[in-house]
């Protein structure tokens, strides 16, 4: 494999100098495209994108070709662990995911099979190493996959949920039932990474979407748990002193997190997804000392103002965050399918000149 030309996201995600700040945005590839809405237009649909190794990897580089990104991230979805598991997903255009087989009982858990990656999942395989081939060391590649809670929530509701009434009532009513699922989810995400690793990913992102919809008590309990089995069970490689080479890190992002971010910093993972209600400086005092990074936090909504207005808000987050190592910019959430392109540019320069003072 070629040298990766670009490891400023690596370096930043270990903690270590770079020059400026490395940004990627949630969803670089996607709607807010142009030639992403053409390519899925031939295609007929999402998933058909996703399962074509060829395309999926034409759509990771669409955004990398565009801009001054400093990593790709592989197309796919959090999804397809539930498909392989038999639960039939499909997209209904303006609905969002649904799934033919949602979980209503425990005798369906019992029955789940934990996918093998290289079997049911191998199209999300060939699509990592065709692309890893294909960027030839330009920037990173990121693989990744949904939290078992918020696979969960999927898997039970059917769909989307704005309330999450079925997932909560097993949760309330059945917690072994549910237990039952999330380890089982446990093992296949673990299982799931460490063939993405294998296949050419060279940090990976565990997306808990849901886990901001918990308690307190039970975001511990049914979210957080699992995730930190997942990251003990992770062949990331021995983490570097100096250099790069050879090691994963691994990102947890829980949306609406903020507030239980002193426990999410003893989970092992080498970096933390913040989303915008949270103040970069008040996060950096929570991981103080210990060698984690953060990344986010702009509002992606921000992205609709003009460019005077987003350059201000990145010199806000930059600031917020200040001086030092472990800062990779991104988005709080994923990118709108309405941004207009030419936003994106001004963002992503943007955060490349500004950042410069913070490094020197
Ligand atoms: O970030 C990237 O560019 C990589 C690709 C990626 C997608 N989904 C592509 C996608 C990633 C990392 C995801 C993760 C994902 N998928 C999450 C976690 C991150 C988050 O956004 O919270 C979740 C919850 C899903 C589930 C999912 N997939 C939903 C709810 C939807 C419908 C959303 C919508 O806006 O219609 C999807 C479909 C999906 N996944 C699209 C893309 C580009 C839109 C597909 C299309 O219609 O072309």
Redesign the pocket.
């Known amino acids: 494999m070629p040298a990766l030309k670009n490891d400023r996201y690596l370096r930043a995600l270990l903690c270590q100098p770079v020059d400026y700040t490395p940004i990627w945005m949630?969803?670089?590839?996607?709607?807010y495209l142009p030639e992403y809405r053409e390519l899925?237009a031939k295609a007929g649909s999402?998933m058909n994108l996703c399962q074509n190794p060829e395309l999926a990897c034409e759509v990771t580089l669409q955004p990398i070709e565009r801009f001054d990104l400093d990593a790709a991230?592989?197309?796919?979805?959090?999804?397809t662990i539930p498909d392989a598991m038999g639960l039939g997903l499909h997209?209904e255009t303006g609905e969002?995911?649904k799934f033919e087989r949602p979980i209503t009982q425990l005798d369906q858990i019992k029955n789940l099979p934990v996918p093998d990656p290289e079997q049911e999942l191998r199209y999300v395989m060939d699509a990592l190493r065709t692309t890893r081939k294909a960027l030839n060391g330009k920037v990173p590649l990121i693989g990744?996959s949904?939290s078992p809670w918020?696979l969960a929530t999927?898997m039970i509701e059917g769909g989307?949920s704005k309330s999450f009434t079925k997932i909560k009532q097993m949760m309330y009513a059945e917690p072994e039932a549910l237990h039952l699922l999330l380890s089982k989810l446990a093992q296949s995400v673990a299982l799931y990474l460490n063939a993405q690793i294998k296949a050419g990913a060279q940090s990976v992102m565990i997306?808990d979407?849901w886990g901001g919809m918990l308690s307190h008590q039970s975001y511990q309990d049914f979210s957080l748990r699992y995730m930190q089995e997942i990251i003990a069970n992770l062949d990331r490689g021995i983490r570097p002193e100096s250099g790069t080479q050879g090691y994963v890190p691994v990102t947890v992002f829980t949306?609406g997190g903020g507030i239980w971010l002193d426990k999410i910093t003893g989970i092992g993972s080498d970096a933390i997804g913040i989303d915008w209600t949270m103040n970069l400086s008040d996060a950096r005092t929570i991981t103080n000392g210990k060698p984690i990074a953060l990344q986010g936090n702009l509002d992606p909504s921000v992205l609709y103002a003009p460019k005077n207005i987003i350059d201000q808000q990145v010199e806000q987050v930059l600031t917020e965050y200040g001086a030092g190592n472990g800062h990779v910019f991104n988005l709080g959430?994923?990118i709108h399918?309405d941004i207009p392109v030419e936003h994106v540019e001004q963002l992503i320069a943007s955060v490349h000149s500004r950042s410069k003072r913070f490094h020197q």
């Not at 949630?26 to 709607?31: E, Y």
Request: positive net charge.
């Open positions: 949630m969803r670089q590839a996607g709607r899925r999402f991230i592989i197309f796919s979805d959090i999804l997209f969002g995911p990744f949904g918020t999927y989307s997306f979407t949306k959430h994923g399918q």
